[in-house]
Each structure stands twice: as C-alpha cells, then as structure tokens.
C-alpha cells in the first residue's frame, strides 16, 4: 500500500482541476457491481485503471475519483491482494499505517479501528507533506477495509488547517458492499 500513497498529491490536484467545473449540489448512489460496491458523491466519479505494487507482487488497482468541493478529493482504490500475501489482518493494518505515513512524511493525528458489516477495517488521520516542499500541506483521512482477497482503500484529501468538509464524511459513511455474500 506504501506505493499508492506517494503520488496523491499530484492526484488529488488533478481531481480538482478536472472535477471542479462539473461539481453539482446534488449527491447520487453510484453502484459498481464489477468492483463490489457502491458509493454516493456530488458528481459521478472518474475512473481509472493502473498497476500498482502489493506485498508479493502486483495488482491492477481501479481508482475512483471525485470532488467533494473545490479543494477536496475523494479517491477510492479498489485491488486484489496478491495469491503470495498471506499476511494476518494485523499486519496488514500495521504494514498500511506505516506505508501511508513514510510515503508523505505524515504526522498521525488519529487512528481507530472500523467495520463494514463483518469485515475489519481501519482510519488513519493524518497531516501530509508533498514529496517536493518542505512543509506539510494537505490533511488525508484513509479508510481501508479488508474483504476476503479485496482491498478497499478511501481517502479525502483536503488542505491543512481547515476542518474536514461534512462532504468528506457524508462520502465515507455511503460506501456499501453490494455482493451479497460480503454484505
């Protein structure tokens, strides 16, 4: 998960650029049967696909992009873990607070565990330096939940000393599971 971390900064400016233009008052359930969830945002949201680097080899993450308002990005990386990853639910949780923080030089202001139905998940709160300034600049809230051989990682991405958007959360708490047997 380190490996996703590094580039958001970049990422989440270019979901606010593209997004901002197309940003409405009006919030919708989006559903991605393919992926296993669904999800409701001010606008649809934009989606990509890249390979990315996992414990044991790699995984072709989608990443689901969006705004909540005009410095607010909402990102959601969908993946298989790796059939060689037989790390315990633990170490994983331990393994991605320490990639999410090293990657940006984060300083952890919270962490709480979560569950989406019977699944086991995590919050990470935390402040974050741009790979290329001295300073950090952005807070990230990250949730990510472990779903038998699925990873569902979302972030919010918003700038330092404000507080986070109620749009931020509203997004969070959406996220549902939709096959039945996850449920």
Known sequence: MKHIVPGLGSLALFVLVITAGAQTDSWKEYVYTGDGFAISSPAEPARSSQPIYVVGGTADAHIYTSAANSNTALLLFVYERHGNDKRSLQQIHAQAQ??????????????????????????????????????????????????????????????????????????????????????
């Not at 984060?106 to 300034?133: C, I, T, V």
């Open 98 to 183: 320490e990639g999410a923080l090293g990657s940006v030089n984060g300083k952890l202001r919270a962490r709480s565990d979560l569950a989406l139905g019977k699944y086991q998940g995590a919050e990470l709160e935390f402040e974050a330096q741009h790979p290329e300034l001295d300073t950090k600049t952005h807070q990230v809230r990250s949730r990510y939940y472990v779903v038998g051989r699925k990873m569902y990682h979302l972030l919010a991405i918003a700038p330092l000393g404000e507080p986070f958007p109620t749009d931020a959360e509203r997004w969070f708490k959406s996220f549902r599971l939709t096959t039945a047997a996850d449920r």
